[in-house]
C-alpha cells in the first residue's frame, strides 16, 4: 500500500479476530456478534467495489469480476474496540439501468462508502451525482466516505490526485482514502 493509502481496516480501527482453538469465547462472539452493520458500497461500473469487498472479506486480490448485477453482499466479523461486530458489506450494480434497484439498499444503511477510480476522471465527477441519489434514500444518521480506488496503478495513468480526492472529500465534509485492492 502507497503512504497515501489507507485501508477500510485502518478507517474503523479494526482487529482482525484471532481465531486460534484456545480463544474459543472469541470465536462465540464472532457467531453472535454484539452489533450488526450494514454498509452498502456505491459508485460507477468497473471501479472496484467487488474487488475492495474481497480484499477485506478474504483477505485476497481477483484480477477479473462479471460486473455485478443488481446486489451482492457479503459479512466479514471484526472486532471494535474490544467488541464483536459484523459489517454486512452489500456490493451493488454501477450501471444506471440498476440505480432504481440499489436505491432499495440505502434504507437502514449505516454507513455508504462511494468509491471511484482514481484513473477516471468521469468516475470521480459523478461522485457528487451519488451523493445526491443517496440524500434521497438515506437518513441523517448514514455514515458516508468516499475511496479512491486504484491507487497502486501507474502514476501516469492516474487522472485524480490524492490531494484532489481529500479536497472534494473535505468539502464535502466526509471521510475520504485512497485504496488498492491488490
Not at 468516475?123 to 451523493?131: E, G, L, P, Q
Request: aromatic share 8%; glycine share 6%.
Amino acid at each position: 500500500m502507497d503512504t497515501h493509502s489507507s485501508s477500510l481496516n485502518q478507517a474503523a480501527r479494526v482487529q482482525e479476530p484471532s481465531t486460534t482453538a484456545s480463544n474459543s469465547r472469541l470465536r462465540r462472539t464472532l457467531v453472535h456478534p454484539e452489533r450488526l452493520f450494514k454498509v452498502v458500497i456505491v459508485g460507477d461500473s468497473a471501479v472496484g467495489k467487488s474487488s475492495l469487498i474481497n480484499r477485506f472479506c478474504r483477505g485476497h486480490f481477483v484480477s477479473s469480476f462479471n460486473a455485478t448485477i443488481g446486489v451482492d453482499f457479503q459479512v466479514k466479523s471484526v472486532i471494535v474496540e474490544g467488541r464483536s461486530v459484523a459489517l454486512q458489506l452489500w456490493d451493488t450494480a454501477g450501471q444506471e439501468k440498476f440505480r432504481a434497484i440499489t436505491q432499495q439498499y440505502f434504507r437502514k444503511a449505516d454507513g455508504v462508502i462511494i468509491v471511484y477510480d482514481v484513473t477516471s476522471e468521469e468516475s470521480f465527477k459523478n461522485v457528487r451525482a451519488w451523493i445526491s441519489t443517496l440524500q434521497d434514500g438515506t437518513t441523517d444518521k448514514v455514515t458516508l466516505m468516499i475511496v479512491g480506488n486504484k491507487a497502486d496503478m501507474d502514476t501516469a495513468l492516474r487522472m485524480v490526485s490524492f490531494s484532489t480526492g481529500q479536497k472534494l472529500a473535505h468539502f464535502l465534509q466526509l471521510h475520504g482514502y485512497n485504496r488498492r485492492s491488490k
